[in-house]
Nanobody
Framework: QAQLVESGGGLVQPGGSLRLSCVAS????????MGWYRQAPGKQRELVAR???????NYADSVKGRSTISRDDAKNTVYMQMDSLRPEDTAVYYC?????????WGQGTQVTVSS
């Protein structure tokens, strides 16, 4: 079972940027597919971006062109750079690690976009 710890959330003004980080332990990180999800109040958790063990990334339409997911296997870390943030990006952001039927989640980090 992976242990995932997110960081980097906070309060940012519209148009600002944040970089989220998720450090994994307890797994062979390099073979896991990693993802970022978010959940806004009253809404279902949704995929934001994911990156395969081979480095292929894909994004939700809502963040495409504004966000970049990346991974550093030497540091067991997955990142998400978020730019041009909008109020509708406000949510708790969760890190996810997947290998076959195995799926682990972090505790989440709050991102609030507000002036």
């Amino acid at each position: 079972q992976a242990q995932l710890v997110e960081s980097g959330g906070g309060l940012v003004q519209p148009g600002g940027s944040l970089r989220l980080s998720c450090v994994a332990s307890g797994i062979i990180f390099s073979i896991y597919h990693m993802g970022w999800y978010r959940q806004a109040p009253g809404k279902q958790r949704e995929l934001v971006a994911r990156i395969t063990s081979g480095g292929t990334a894909n994004y939700a339409d809502s963040v495409k062109g504004r966000s970049t997911i990346s991974r550093d296997d030497a540091k067991n870390t997955v990142y998400m750079q978020m730019d041009s943030l909008r109020p509708e990006d406000t949510a708790v952001y969760y890190c996810n690690a997947v290998l076959g039927a195995l799926s682990s989640w972090g505790q989440g980090t709050q991102v609030t976009v507000s002036s």
